[in-house]
């Protein structure tokens, strides 16, 4: 029995290739990475943010209930969105402090849309006037209000470092 002759295309099992046989000892070129300092501004400001929500969460759990000591069904959304917020955001914040390209930009993406959500959204499903969002949000007189303001600074923040680190790529090292 003779072996197959080498057919055009992809190499044989165990034939060598055009630039010699495959050797498991050369290095790889590293793949990209996200920008190491964009990353960890990012990821830290999300993780402040992210401590942000929880304190709008515990506000609504701790603070705003009804007269009747349950808490009314506003309170019910806002505890479970920011807690489901606050969580995500750190889960992506992990990723970007790992510098993964996907995790800034989905950083980058969930900060984008909790400010859309909250300056767009929230006043459309709820059907508040614009300007009464606007001075609910910045009028820093109460935890929950004071919560989201900073929530929404931190999350303006994160974005425009999250879409530095994703764009500005280092390959691989320390950089």
Known sequence: MQPNPPQPGFPQYGQPTASGPASWSEPRPPKPRANAAAAVVAGSLAL????????????NVIVATEADGRPSGIMVQNMVSG??????LVIAAVFTFARRIPAAWTLF????????????????????????????????D???????ALTI??????????AIAGSVKSNGGKN
């Not at 942000?52 to 506000?59: E, G, K, T």
């Open 153 to 162: 600074i931190l999350a303006v923040l994160t974005a425009i470092a999250a």
């Open 83 to 88: 807690t489901i917020s606050a969580v995500v």
């Open 109 to 140: 993406g969930l900060c984008v849309f909790y400010v859309v959500a909250v300056f767009v959204v929230t006043p459309l499903v709820w059907g508040t006037p614009f300007g009464a969002q606007a001075k609910w949000l910045f009028s820093f």
């Open 48 to 59: 402040l943010a992210a401590a942000m929500l929880v304190w709008f969460a515990l506000y």
């Open 142 to 148: 109460d935890g929950d209000s004071t919560a989201m």
